[in-house]
């Protein structure tokens, strides 16, 4: 990500502190997706994955979203339960993992169902995991969105990003 997006979100995390920015983030990465032409784009601020996306029936993935400015987090047992629930239904499982710092950009790690496991996770651990191409095409979409996002975030907040994704059509799951 660029260092302009980088200090927008780092503005926004201070602003709204670490939990609310999570959502935040995950919002953000929702309307990334949608305008990438993922077709079906469902996010959650409830149980479950964090994020669906599918493209014509096909490309179907679940993502949990994770930010972090250390070098871990936590992946809950919900998480992984989530994640194995929707691989179920047919969606591959993905962690989305940003880290806050310099020259860092979105992992997208495709982890096997079965090599998921709760607790601590190294986000050099995903590196194995990478899906490149998608996340080339992610990184400037992200950074876009968030521009044009920031202002309307950081007066409204989650209210603003909601709007946002039902404009943009956008499935929003609150609960």
């Given at each position: 990500?660029d ?34 032409g ?33 070098r ?22 993905v962690?989305a ?52 996002h ?26």
């Amino acid at each position: 990500m660029d260092t302009l997006t980088l200090n927008r979100l780092r503005r926004l995390r201070k602003r709204y502190g670490v939990g609310v920015f999570g959502k935040i983030t995950q919002k953000l990465l929702a309307l990334t997706f949608r305008r990438m032409g993922f077709t079906h784009v469902v996010e959650r601020s409830v149980e479950g994955v964090d994020i669906d996306i599918a493209r014509g029936g096909q490309d179907k993935y679940a993502l949990e979203v994770k930010t972090t400015e250390g070098r871990s987090f936590s992946l809950s047992d919900g998480n992984v339960r989530a994640l194995g629930d929707r691989a179920r239904d047919g969606y591959q499982p993905v962690i989305a993992a940003l880290r806050l710092a310099v020259f860092e950009r979105w992992i997208l790690a495709q982890v096997p169902v079965d090599e998921l496991c709760a607790g601590s996770v190294l986000v050099e651990a995903l590196r194995a995991y990478r899906m490149k191409d998608l996340e080339a095409l992610v990184e400037p979409v992200f950074d876009d969105v968030v521009q044009r996002h920031f202002h309307g975030t950081l007066d409204r907040g989650l209210q603003y990003l909601s709007e946002q994704l039902a404009k943009d059509g956008v499935e929003v799951r609150d609960s």
